[in-house]
């Protein structure tokens, strides 16, 4: 409750007024994304080394997903103006606003919580493997743990794909109602924008698994039996 708090404050109090009075959107979001994962990973499982960790393969992941937002942002010529609402913004704020930075913080920001759920579980699952049997060495570690992380994997892109489809089912409909053609929707700045947002974020999911889960494997058992 504390993480999700200061989510709110920090999102809805500091990052968007930030941004509307002129700051630059792609700094201001970055900040807000870091200190957000900070956050949620320390207030939510405390000062250890699954936190530590879950931090460090959050930003890899973060970093994975901007890396893809712009690839494939620039690959479908996406401009950020493909919904209602960043159109309107966009001219009630006249011009000052790039709709294209909002577009690519928007992708991480909403990837940030997929990414928490996905890389604490696999550092759990290294952690509670190797207390229950300390023999394990990493090889072994990380195939356990991505067995588990295999069913997990699966589910959650199919769940991002089915939210995004499913916020923008009655639209679709329209369009291919009035169109006829699925080529053509494809092309259509909001369609592209969805596909986009769902591709980029699965993507980060599928790579971030197994480098959370290599990097638990590696440095769980050292700093236990450290302890």
Known sequence: LVSLAFTVLILYLWAIPRILNGA??????IITIIVTILVIMYASYGFNIKSHIGVISSMIGILIVGIFAKLF???ASINGSGSEEAFLLFSQTNGGIN???IFFISILIGSMGVLDDVVMAQIS???????TDE???????????????????SSMVNTLFLA?????????????????????????????????RSLVS???????????????????????VKK
């Open 24 to 29: 630059d959107v792609i700094s201001t979001g």
């Open 73 to 75: 942002g620039g690959l």
């Open 99 to 101: 709709l294209m930075d």
């Open 125 to 131: 699952a290294v952690l509670e493997l190797y207390t």
């Open 135 to 153: 023999k394990l060495n990493g090889f072994d570690l990380y195939r356990k743990a991505m067995n588990i992380g295999k069913d997990h994997l």
């Open 164 to 196: 995004y489809a499913g916020s923008s089912l009655a639209t679709v409909m329209l369009l291919i109602y009035n169109s006829k053609e699925m080529g053509n929707i494809l092309q259509i700045d909001f369609i592209a924008e969805e596909i986009v």
């Open 202 to 224: 699965s993507m980060g999911i599928l790579l971030i698994v197994p480098i959370a889960t290599i990097i638990a494997a590696k440095v769980i058992p050292i700093t236990l």
